[in-house]
């Protein structure tokens, strides 16, 4: 029987990460009918409020690790705890959201447990012969590939967004049977020392790496992120934004798409004032529709664009966010 | 003192890059490059080194490849960046190498050269784009690792640096020896003059191969490879594609284009979560 692990990203208040139930279910595709989901989280946050939401999503079983002393906010730590958890249970496969900071864990995960790692998965399914198989955009969005893990483990890292959530379909889910553990983590993990931590404001806009749509400004928007608010206040986006805009201080650094910043690929993607320099295509490519608002007819974006309108975006975008308010109350 | 970078040789991103029928990249193009992340690897190793001179210590930077006959390209602009030996190691069994092959060779590299006080390199290969070989690497070397650092610093033997999480900041420090992989915002890498670029083809290229490491061909390359690409595509070009110039009316027309599609909600939103 199956079993496959699921890494609860979490919110120091105990508030699950958005895409965590997204990881569930993909989980419960390769665990199978005979299979079991088993949740890991890793921290003495509150559980309580997670658990029913985590048995509609088909998880059985919940592994409550605490580290003691050790951080858990340290991969090494946390590497530490899910390789235990690993062992505890003889899981084959750990499903993970593809964090930096789960990339760090998983990389050690791996080499303590001999598991092949997938990194940046838009999907994750059994092949034929019972493989975890991993599909992905590679090269700036430019090529899909499908990756088969060949050792018996797999840690696969899947994007934000990549799976529709869905519920378990039978009636009553039963709440998971919560199995704390305490883990002893090693001297080794534990001799970076975390000197200073300013948690990010949270905000109420979606989360920028798993939103449908994202609204983008770059260097054409001169540094007034006003029209972009407001029309992703009309379209419930997250706002985003290129290397020179956070570079500038217009927006927080946490705002950068690209290939050393966020990753996204939501259903709708605007980019405005936007050139699409290859650093920056590299982080929205995968996105479904590309629609982009620039002066410059010439801005490579174009040439990646569903819709592209050659203009002034503090003329394009008003009217856009003020069109789309008439039409949907009107 | 000693400061090992390590780097990678990657085809240029500004470049058509490709999948081959093995579903690994194709290094043929003669385009390749050091990876533009790597370049602030080297300059935040040759900022330290030059900072420890003028306290009158004695430092060395390495830096330190493993790939085809085209990689010793990588170290070589390591040494214009200013770094004053390298390695490359150069081994038919390292191709194909997954994340933790490579971290393993590099592991075996940085082992050979005896201690190393400072391991650096950058925060992603700008092919794989993975992140994973800097913890691999701090884990195979057994050493407190600093990743995504924004800015590195040294003093009394212990090392500091700010990072840029999707959630938080953070400041951490570690005793050394330790790892740290720098982000492109840690600096702003020099562009080597020609007298520098005359003075790195004096520097040394030590060429190794798995046999001089003990590395066992078997866990590295296509042999030691956990994870295997089945298939590869390139994206199909997007079709149906609308350019216009907007005369005054095109958010109008964009508006209703997007609702037309069902690309923005018909009914605003409420709000709602999970």
């Known amino acids: ?330 | 003192m000693r400061i090992v970078v390590c780097v990678k040789h990657v085809p240029d991103i500004q470049s058509e890059r490709a999948l081959g029928p093995d579903g690994r990249l194709v290094r043929d193009g003669g385009d390749g490059t050091l990876n533009e992340l790597d370049e602030n690897a080297v300059e935040a190793a040759v900022v330290l080194a030059e900072q420890a001179r003028d306290a009158g210590v004695d430092v060395e930077v390495v830096v330190v490849t493993a790939g085809p006959d085209d990689a010793e390209d990588a170290v070589r602009r390591g040494l214009q960046l200013g770094a004053d030996a390298a390695v490359h190691v150069l081994d038919d069994a390292v191709a194909g190498s997954d994340v933790i092959g490579t971290a393993r060779v590099l592991a075996a590299a940085v082992r050979h050269l005896g201690e190393a006080d400072l391991v650096v390199t950058g925060m992603a290969g700008l092919d794989g784009l993975t992140s994973l070989v800097p913890a691999a690497l701090a884990d195979l070397l057994d050493l407190p690792q600093l990743t995504l650092a924004s800015s590195v610093a040294l003093a009394d033997g212990t090392v500091t640096v700010r990072r840029d999480l999707d959630h938080a900041t953070e400041v951490l420090e570690a005793p050394l020896p330790a790892l740290v992989s720098v982000t492109d915002r840690a600096n702003e890498p020099r562009y080597p003059n020609f007298q520098a670029i005359m003075a790195a083809r004096k520097k040394p290229v030590t060429v190794l191969t798995l046999a001089d490491l003990g590395v066992d061909a078997a866990t590295v390359g296509v042999a030691g490879a956990r994870t295997e690409v089945v298939e590869a595509a390139p994206r199909p070009p997007r079709t149906d594609r609308v350019l216009v110039t907007d005369d005054g009316e095109a958010g109008r027309r964009l508006a209703a284009w997007l609702l037309e599609r069902d690309l923005v909600r018909t009914t605003p939103a409420t709000g709602e979560v999970l």
Request: aromatic share 2%; with cysteine; hydrophobic share 45%.
């Open chain 1, 1 to 330: 029987m199956a079993t496959v692990l699921v890494l609860l990203d979490h919110a120091d208040t105990g508030a699950l990460r958005g895409s965590v139930l997204e990881l569930a279910t993909a989980a419960r595709g390769l665990a199978g009918p005979d299979g079991a989901v088993h949740g890991v989280w890793v921290g003495d946050e509150p559980l309580d409020p997670a658990l029913p939401v985590l048995g509609r999503h088909g998880v059985s079983v919940v592994h409550a690790v605490t580290t003691g002393d050790a951080d858990p906010l340290l991969t090494p730590v946390l590497a530490e705890a899910v390789v235990d958890v690993v062992r505890a249970t003889g899981a084959t496969v750990l499903l993970a959201l593809s964090t930096f900071e789960n990339k760090e864990a998983a990389a050690r995960v791996a080499i303590a447990t001999g598991a092949g790692v997938v990194t940046d998965a838009a999907s994750v399914e059994r092949d034929a012969a019972g493989r975890v198989v991993a599909a992905k955009t590679v090269l700036a969005g430019t090529w899909t590939t499908r990756c088969a893990v060949l050792t018996d483990a797999a840690v696969v890292l899947l994007k934000a967004g990549a799976v529709v959530s869905s519920h378990v379909e039978h009636d009553a889910p039963h709440a998971p049977e919560v199995r704390p553990r305490t883990v002893a983590v090693t001297a080794r993990a534990t001799r970076v020392r975390v000197v200073e931590r300013t948690p990010q404001a949270p905000s109420d806009r979606p989360d920028l790496s798993s939103a449908d749509v994202v609204v983008v400004g770059g260097r054409g928007t001169g540094g007034d992120f006003g029209p972009l608010e407001a029309l992703a206040d009309e379209v419930g986006a997250a706002v985003g934004a290129t290397r020179v805009a956070t570079d500038e201080g217009w927006i927080g650094h946490e705002a950068q798409i690209g290939q050393t910043g966020v990753t996204v690929s939501p259903r709708l993607y605007l980019g405005l004032g936007v050139s699409g320099a290859v650093h920056h295509r590299g982080g929205m490519q995968a996105s479904g529709t590309i629609v982009a608002v620039n002066e410059d007819p010439e801005a490579p974006i174009f040439e990646i664009a569903d819709y592209g309108v050659v203009g002034d975006l503090f003329q394009v975008v008003p009217q856009l966010t003020e069109e789309l308010r008439r039409l949907r109350r009107g």
